[in-house]
């Protein structure tokens, strides 16, 4: 068992400093949006910058799921950890078409207004191509995009030929991140920091994951995204989410951490690092 340390001093790139809007965004469920939201959430908080969620995914609402449970474990354990401000945003149910984005916009715009004392946002997107998501999107100063470290979720990015070697084009998805960049171009928006990161690393199969590594340079730098390395399949983290709590609060709630604790919190830091959030343990 190892002894936690001294809650560390964190700090914020330049990028990260100014972004007004970080979006967690893919078209795939259970990739660990949720999870990389809320410790980057506790991350900035612990930097100083007051946070607000926005939760586009409500009607899933795992996000939303995750701060409720912070706010009820807090409250019935008397503790200090600091909380975001939520906000949830459903889907219109309206049948016209037309109607239904000028609502979904609207409740957004609201959100956003009612979070106007929060110098950052970070909005999680459904796990479907949506108006809803697209408004998200395009919000974007900073796109995280979790991927499972699978051929099956690389399909996120791009169309590949039948061995899975070869680069036939970008997907449906990465269309639609390039199609909100133009639209947020036109606005006059500064360019989009966009980071994939990958999740749940294969221990095991090395050859595997060595072949999608290198498709995913490649991906890179023909469709524009940073790589951030992501979390690896831990027990841990579900483990936290019933208490809302991250790796990142341990200090608070735990007398030592394990060795799988102190391994989880390695992955958090290099992500965290990648990103432009670095702490000085």
């Known amino acids: 068992m190892s002894s936690i340390s001294a809650n560390p001093s964190i700090n914020l790139s330049a990028d ?10 893919n078209e795939k469920g259970g990739s660990g949006k949720s999870t990389t ?4 959430a506790v991350a900035l908080m612990n930097a100083g910058r007051s946070v607000g969620i926005i939760d586009l ?48 916009e609207e409740r957004l715009n ?3 207004a009612r979070l106007e004392d929060c110098d950052c946002l970070i909005i999680d997107t459904p796990g479907s191509d949506s108006h809803l998501s697209r408004l998200g999107h395009v919000l974007a100063d900073i796109l995280i995009s979790p991927l499972n470290d699978s ?37 006059g928006g500064r360019p989009v920091d966009w980071i994939v990161m ?52 341990l200090r608070e709630t735990h007398s030592s951490l394990t060795m799988s604790h102190v391994a989880a919190r390695q992955e958090v830091r290099e992500l965290l690092r990648t990103i432009g959030v670095t702490q000085e343990s």
């Open 198 to 249: 990958r999740n749940r690393l294969s221990h095991l199969d090395a050859r595997n994951k060595q072949r999608i590594g290198q498709l995913l340079e490649k991906l890179s730098q023909r469709i524009g995204f940073r790589l951030a390395p992501g979390f690896g399949e831990r027990v841990i983290f579900r483990e936290l989410f019933p208490q809302g709590l991250t790796l990142l609060d």
């Open 57 to 104: 995914d409500a009607r899933q609402g795992t996000l939303s799921r995750y701060v409720e449970n912070r706010t009820a474990f807090v409250e019935s354990q008397g503790l200090s950890l600091q909380m975001p401000k939520l906000e949830k945003v459903l889907g219109s149910t309206l049948d016209n078409g037309s109607e239904a984005r000028a609502e979904e």
């Open 110 to 112: 609201a959100a956003v």
């Open 151 to 187: 051929f099956i979720d690389l399909d996120l990015l791009a169309r590949l030929d039948a061995e899975g070697r070869k680069i036939l084009g970008p997907s449906i998805y990465s269309q639609m991140v390039w199609e909100q960049r133009q639209k947020r171009a036109r606005q």
């Open 37 to 40: 939201a809320m410790h980057l």
């Open 16 to 25: 990260v400093a100014k972004a007004r809007y970080i979006v967690l965004g």
